[in-house]
């Protein structure tokens, strides 16, 4: 099995926070905390905290007016059942705020959260990624990131060729079955 590459480099970082993940309960931490497990692999230290549309009106619309000014460069939303926050956010905000739908408790089977979060109106986009693809989240929004930092861009590359060697690893495998196989 191809090595995953060792990205960290512990330095301490001398800025706030690039990231915010936000959700709407701690309900959603068990699926959330995977963007920033990922985000910490390419060096991002996310900030990470609850944020609720429908409990915590006030201090959603805080997060949201107040993210720029803090430094924040994406924001990442997630939440379940009729999902609000990220489009909330992102209707407050010129942030690309990526929208994770969470399969909740009160979830009836994750469309509800896909709906609400991927069918935003024309003028407030929100970058919907899987039902809890929280770690394409952090992956967007690594990627987002790199657009202006070498750093992050060298441990994305290197995470894509990470990637390609675990399927040719497959590939290899695979055929050793016996399966017949022309083009490798
Ligand atoms: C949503 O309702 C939250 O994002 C969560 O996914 C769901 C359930 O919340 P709890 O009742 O567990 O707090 O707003």
């Known amino acids: 099995m191809p090595e995953q590459p060792q990205t960290t480099n512990n330095k301490p970082q001398t800025h706030g926070p690039l990231v915010g993940i936000v959700m709407g309960s701690e309900s959603d ?10 985000l910490r692999q390419f060096d991002v230290e996310p900030e990470l905290t609850i944020v609720s549309a429908h409990r915590t009106p006030e201090r959603l619309r805080d997060y949201a007016t107040k993210a720029k000014e803090r430094g924040l460069k994406v924001i ?3 939440a379940g059942g009729a999902a609000h926050l990220p489009g909330m956010i992102a209707a407050q905000t010129i942030l690309p705020v990526i929208g994770v739908p969470v399969k909740s408790s009160n979830s009836m089977d994750g469309w509800d959260s896909v709906l609400s979060i991927l069918q935003m ?9 899987a039902l809890n693809g929280a770690k394409n989240a ?3 929004a690594a990627q987002i990131l790199a657009l202006h930092d070498t750093s992050i861009a060298g441990k ?11 399927v040719m690893e497959s590939v290899k495998n695979v055929k050793s079955f016996g399966f017949r196989n022309e083009f490798d």
Do not use: N, S
């Open 156 to 166: 994305l590359e290197a995470f894509k060729e990470y990637q390609d060697d675990i």
């Open 29 to 38: 931490l068990d699926v959330m905390k995977a963007a920033a497990e990922i």
């Open 138 to 140: 952090g992956i967007l």
């Open 121 to 129: 109106p024309y003028g407030v986009p929100v970058a919907t990624v």
């Open 76 to 78: 990442i939303a997630g």
